[in-house]
């Protein structure tokens, strides 16, 4: 069993940074892939980025440039959110996938992550 906890998120105005952490703990090593996603009411939840054990990062195409996915260990992942705008204010949410890489799998899908954190609350206005 793997926990997975989200902090860093709160109020913040347009053209501010923001840097949220996941802290894993439990089964760790169990831990593959690790993909930051955010979700607004009304909308499906969207990948933001993820990165493998390995390091190796993926973005949406819309947001690359503006945010940033780092590995500082196994049990440690954090995203930088750089220029931020109004239209980021979501739910950002951690998630873990279980077990070792599956060059097949789409790591844009929620369905693929085994392990949630609860999310963390980003609210962009002036």
Do not use: H
């Amino acid at each position: 069993q793997v926990r997975l906890v989200e902090s860093g998120g709160g109020l913040v105005q347009p053209g501010g940074s923001l840097r949220l952490s996941c802290e894993a703990s439990g089964s760790i090593y169990s831990i593959n892939t690790v993909g930051w996603f955010r979700q607004t009411p009304g909308k499906q939840r969207e990948l933001v980025a993820n990165i493998s054990d390995v390091g190796v990062t993926k973005y949406a195409d819309s947001l690359k440039g503006r945010f940033t996915i780092g590995r500082d260990n196994v049990a440690s992942v954090w995203l930088q959110i750089n220029d931020l705008e109004t239209e980021d204010t979501a739910v950002y949410y951690c998630a873990a996938d279980r077990g070792s890489y599956r060059y097949y799998m789409d790591y844009a899908r929620t369905t693929v992550y085994d392990y949630w954190g609860q999310g963390s609350q980003v609210t962009v206005s002036s």
